[in-house]
């Protein structure tokens, strides 16, 4: 069964720092991964698509990237801001789509 | 136009009592989904119907029943409702099935169940 893990479970930067958000999978076999932002009492947000045949995708000041054979994917984001506080979630798409717990970001001004 | 909108958004209720959460889709996907989202924020695929048939069910008490009157609608019922039923529970739909290949999954935003 499939078990995805993120690393850290919280995070805090100061604003402008780059950072890399971690997440782990146990099933390489997978179709994609896709990384979520959650705002507090709100929905998901889809913020990046990786396909399994993909390494990374790119959006704005965001970057992801895609090693199955490791069961890894990292979130870079690039110039980090206060409105980019949130919770990020990774989540693994084969049979179904299991996702991560989550890491609690908190960019201080 | 809100593309994956469920009602209601909050919804308090007592124990025992059945309710319904209802979800509808704009994006003329053929997969819908009912997610569990508890109180530590890890969210639990619950349901999936792709083209009015259920093709996931994960081990969730038969008190939880979906019906998927087509595929634009994916509903929830829950009856005799717990105490432990108390979560935000997602609807999210997808194109094509299970979001794989050119695939993304559409979130709700949610409706949040309190039992008293």
């Known amino acids: 069964k499939q078990e995805v893990t993120q690393i850290p479970a919280a995070l805090s930067v100061p604003e402008g720092e780059n950072l890399v958000l971690n997440c782990s999978f146990t099933d390489s076999a997978i179709y994609n991964l896709q990384w979520f932002r959650q705002d507090p009492g709100k929905g998901l947000t889809s913020l990046l698509l990786?396909?399994?045949?993909?390494r990374e995708q790119t959006s704005g000041r965001l970057n992801a990237s895609l090693d199955k054979s490791s069961g890894r994917s990292t979130l870079y984001i690039a110039a980090s801001q206060p409105g980019d506080s949130a919770t990020y979630l990774c989540a693994v798409i084969n049979n179904d789509m299991r996702f991560g717990a989550g890491t609690r970001l908190t960019v201080k001004p | 136009d809100t593309a994956v909108s469920q009602t209601p958004k909050y919804l308090v209720t007592q124990m025992g009592n059945d309710k319904s959460i209802k979800c509808e889709q704009n994006l003329g996907h053929d997969t819908m989904y009912w997610y569990k989202q508890d109180s530590k924020k890890f969210l639990k695929i619950m349901f999936s119907?792709?083209?009015?048939?259920?093709?996931i069910n994960e081990t969730v008490p038969n008190r939880f029943s979906p019906k998927s009157p087509d595929k634009a609608h994916l509903n929830l019922h829950i009856n005799s409702l717990e105490l432990g039923d108390s979560a935000v529970y997602f609807c999210?739909?997808?194109?094509?099935?299970?979001?794989?290949?050119?695939?993304?999954?559409?979130f709700g935003e949610g409706s949040r169940l309190t039992v008293l």
């Open positions: 119907y792709n083209n009015k048939e259920l093709i």
């Open positions: 990786i396909q399994s045949s993909q």
């Open positions: 999210a739909s997808s194109h094509p099935r299970l979001a794989g290949i050119g695939g993304e999954l559409f």
